[in-house]
């Protein structure tokens, strides 16, 4: 027979903090003094248990959402989790600053995750674990982007890039689990790429929990009926996963890789648009400067000549390795088409960027042979620009080679031929307008 004492002791309040905003969820990070808060407004709060101090505040946007449903932290405490019902969409957070380090959407809100790690060992995953990453002795690390542009490249600026591809993919296989309405359950290998839906569920998934080995996954749901509800619990059968854990790995950190170079990718292509527009704006005040000199070049041209570069070699070369290998895995099909690896989904992404490489080679194409026209015209014409208002006309600037000449005349051929064209708009664009587009 059990005996109970008759009085329980008393716990003692080691500290208290007024908020703002009404607290609807909270976890206690796993590894780290920390605690992950959700409030009413939306805000996604990180205070430290032992003085309660903020460390920093996720404020709600059109971007994410601002109806927080659940948090989860992953199990090593770097990453935190938080859905949206609002906009659908999962979140991932550093825990070292307020930044979205990746999001996606789902079909359905989520009304409760469990983020687990895979403890299940066989000698072909402890192999793998073992072995070093050929991806990394074989492509060039990514050079980071610039600070004074967009504020989202700070992720790779700040950081180095293959330590936030290291971040997003952690060596340790680890599986966010979703659950949402009718009966809507996903599983997410590094929080990320989707391994596994579960169907046949009916209800709103009230509970999830992984084991730890992959081979059971148990769900609590509930069922409403008018004013009553019933909840349910089930156990699932998961083997197909444990059976195929290698090649899950696999997979996972492949996805992990290709998600941080689009990723880094998109980022070179906000800054390139940005650098672009601040070219425009200060042709202007640096016309005269730019033409006195012939080998005049000012830091945004040469930042923007530097992301185009990056964007192409390193980002995208990088993302058609992986791709490639990505296509071998999809080849051996015993191992790989039972988790659905599609080889005409990747032949397909292998053919894009393969066009984004041919497009970025003829953008470096017309700036080149635009750049050497265009300067030694603007030269031209600031020089008659002077003479026409009887202005003084240094001595260097009237000193014109041949070669001038004849870019001068190469570009009055291609853009002046017709007037009617340059006023209608109908015949050939200025270069350096392909350059904007």
Known sequence: MLRFPTCFPSFRVVGEKQLPQEIIFLVWSPKRDLIALANTAGEVLLHRLASFHRVWSFPPNENTGKEVTCLAW????????????????????????????HSFSVEAPVSCMHWMEVTAESSVLTSFYNAEDESNLLLPKLPTLPKNYSN????????????????????????????GSSGFIELYAYGMF????????????????LSSD?????????????????????????????????????????????????????????????????ILMQMDSRLTKFVQEKSTTTSVQDEFMHLLLWGKASGSESLLYHLSELKGMASWKQKYEPLGLDAAGIEDAITAVGSFILKANELLQVIDSSMKNFKAFFRWLYVAMLRM???????????MTQKDITFV??????HF????????????????EKVGQ
């Open 74 to 101: 992953r199990p090593d405490g770097k990453l935190l989790a938080f859905a949206l019902a609002d906009t659908k969409k999962i979140v991932l957070c550093d825990v070292e600053k307020p930044e979205s380090l």
């Open 194 to 209: 989707k391994i596994a839906r579960v169907t046949g569920i009916v209800g709103t998934c009230l509970a999830l929990c």
């Open 409 to 414: 005349a190469e570009f009055l051929t291609e």
């Open 417 to 432: 031929n017709e007037a009617p064209d340059l006023y209608n708009r109908k015949g050939k664009y200025f270069n350096v």
């Open 152 to 179: 989202t490249s700070k992720i790779f600026s700040e950081e180095n890039s293959d330590e936030i591809i290291k971040l997003l993919g952690d060596v340790r296989l680890n599986i966010l689990v979703l659950g």
């Open 214 to 278: 992959l081979k059971s996954l148990s769900v609590v749901t509930e069922v409403s009926a008018g004013s009553a509800s019933e909840v349910s619990y089930f156990q699932l059968e998961t083997n197909l996963l444990y059976s195929f854990l290698p090649e899950v790995t696999r997979m996972a950190r492949k996805f992990t890789h290709i998600s941080a170079l689009l990723q880094y990718i998109n980022l070179s292509l906000t800054c390139m648009c940005e650098a672009w527009e601040e």
């Open 389 to 399: 208002t009887e202005d003084h006309v240094l001595p260097e600037l009237n000193k």
